[in-house]
Antibody
């Protein structure tokens, strides 16, 4: 059974930094593209980062709102996905989910989410 | 950027009825890489359909995905009490890589 468990969400001030983690189990983590998706009442579901497999040697991808501020990474030896978030803005407030990706671009597994609140 | 529009915003139906949810894309979805998710309050989204019409593992056959190009439909043939939730469509392939629709809420009439 696919299990994804996020952690690291917190209350942080604008301009601050935060690192989220996601521990995976129940599938071959190293062979799967992984993503971070966030959800807020204002913007709904919003994809924010994709990381390919290490063997693909392809750059990670980000949408415009977070590019240059967020960095996705993975440690296949620990079955763990990370999201480093810098220069946080109020509009980054959301529940952050990690998600595994399938062959047709679907998001097959989701964690329970971790809440990030950016507020002064 | 592909924009996904879902209609209706809310669908009020009774158990046993048929639900028809629409997802329209502003441009053709690459290879029909269109997925549907169900989300209940306090839970994360759950994959129902991928590739426009392929049911995910364990999803009952009352959930039917159809469509191609820019017009896609999720049909729930006969609503069960546990089906009342919010449903999202999502496309993969264009920049940004993933986009989601705003959702359709199916609530009990």
């Amino acid at each position: 059974e696919v299990q994804l468990v996020e952690s690291g969400g917190a209350l942080v001030k604008p301009g601050g930094s935060l690192r989220l983690s996601c521990t995976a189990s129940g599938f071959d983590f190293s062979n799967v593209y992984m993503n971070w998706v966030r959800q807020s009442p204002e913007k709904g579901l919003e994809w924010i980062a994709l990381i390919h497999r290490d063997v693909d040697s392809r750059p990670s991808l980000y949408p415009t709102p977070v590019r240059g501020r967020f960095t996705i990474s993975r440690d296949d030896s620990r079955n763990t996905l990370y999201l480093q978030m810098n220069s946080l803005k109020i509009e980054d407030t959301a529940v952050y989910y990690c998600s595994s990706q399938g062959y047709l671009g679907e998001l097959t597994g989701w964690g329970q989410g971790t809440l990030v609140t950016v507020s002064s | 950027e592909i924009v996904l529009t879902q209609s209706p915003g809310t669908l009020s139906l009774s158990p046993g009825e048929r639900a028809t949810l629409s997802c329209r894309a502003s441009q053709s979805v690459h290879n029909n890489y269109l997925a549907w998710y169900q989300q209940k309050p306090g839970q994360s989204p759950k994959l129902l359909i991928s590739g426009a019409s392929r049911r995910a593992t364990g999803i009952p056959d009352r959930f039917i995905g159809s469509g191609s190009g820019t017009d896609f439909t999720l049909t729930i043939s006969r609503l069960e009490p546990e089906d009342f939730a919010v449903y999202y469509c999502q496309q993969y392939g264009d920049s940004p890589i993933f986009t989601f629709g705003p959702g359709t809420k199916v609530d009990i009439k």
